[in-house]
């Protein structure tokens, strides 16, 4: 190979990447919007017949729309920011799938305890990180 072909061939297969990348994240983006509807439709059930509904499972649906709404927004934010993702996105899912945990397996306090620390370290760590940008950015 000539040493043109050499320096094209890194670009060649970091574009490939990047096309499998979108195009896979597409595809999930239209999954997620599928599974938030369907949430959405069952929280709408939940709520229009009151009499059937037990407050967990409500509680429950209600984190996982969260969940599904934070995960496309993150997609959004991937290609709205230049193909790359945000660290405090995936940090806000975190928080909201532990406090979906608390939510639905609360039997054990140790676990819940756990859990809640571990909330406690992404909040820290989602401090740290805006107070460093925002240090950067001064």
């Known amino acids: 190979m000539k040493e ?7 670009l060649l ?9 979108s195009t896979s994240l597409i595809a999930l983006a239209i999954v997620l919007i599928i599974a938030l509807a369907k949430i959405t439709y069952s929280l709408a059930l939940m709520v229009l017949t ?8 409500l509680a429950e649906q209600a984190v996982m729309f969260f969940l599904y709404f934070g995960f496309i927004g993150l997609i959004v934010q991937y290609f709205k920011s230049g193909y790359h993702f945000p660290l405090r996105y995936f940090i806000y899912a975190g928080i ?5 945990l608390i939510i639905v ?8 305890i ?4 571990a909330i406690l370290i992404m909040v820290i760590a989602l401090c740290l990180l805006l107070y460093s940008n925002k240090l950067r950015n001064i």
């Open 4 to 10: 043109n072909q050499v320096d094209k061939f890194p």
């Open 96 to 100: 909201t799938a532990m406090l979906r």
């Open 105 to 112: 397996s609360h039997e054990n306090a140790v676990d819940t």
């Open 13 to 21: 297969i970091t574009g490939t990447l990047k096309y499998v990348l």
């Open 114 to 117: 756990l859990f809640a620390g």
């Open 50 to 57: 009151p009499s059937t509904t037990v407050p967990y499972a």
